[in-house]
Nanobody
Framework: QVQLVESGGGSVQAGDSLRLSCVLS????????MGWFRQAPGKEREFVAS????????AYADSVKGRFTISRDNAKNTVWLQMNSLRPEDTDIYYC????????????????????WGQGTQVTVSS
């Protein structure tokens, strides 16, 4: 059974950085496209970033482009989201998601594209 466990959230000041991690277990990580999403209470879950199984293609929401970086290490079964220049509007619960997609090179940017989800990690940015 595929499980995703996120870590790395916390409370920071505007302009600070955080790195979120997500470890996949129960399956071959290199077969999975990975994504990061975020959600505020009462709002829909929104796309943040995605990466294909090989790691050579990535995509970002316009709101985080140039500030956030998604990366992965298939040997460590881990995907990261490096978040720099954080803003108060980045405050949300961040979720890691996975979908079996190898050998496809298509990026998955919709909530409905993903099969498995982590439990979420809170990121709070104060001004």
């Amino acid at each position: 059974q595929v499980q995703l466990v996120e870590s790395g959230g916390g409370s920071v000041q505007a302009g600070d950085s955080l790195r979120l991690s997500c470890v996949l277990s129960g399956a071959t990580f290199g077969f999975y496209g990975m994504g990061w999403f975020r959600q505020a209470p009462g709002k829909e879950r929104e796309f943040v970033a995605s990466i294909i199984p090989t790691g050579v293609r990535t995509a970002y929401a316009d709101s985080v482009k140039g500030r956030f970086t998604i990366s992965r290490d298939n040997a460590k079964n881990t995907v990261w989201l490096q978040m720099n220049s954080l803003r108060p509007e980045d405050t949300d619960i961040y979720y890691c998601a996975a979908v079996h997609s190898f050998p496809s090179t298509m990026l998955k940017n919709s909530v409905n594209d993903y099969t498995y989800w982590g439990q979420g990690t809170q990121v709070t940015v104060s001004s």
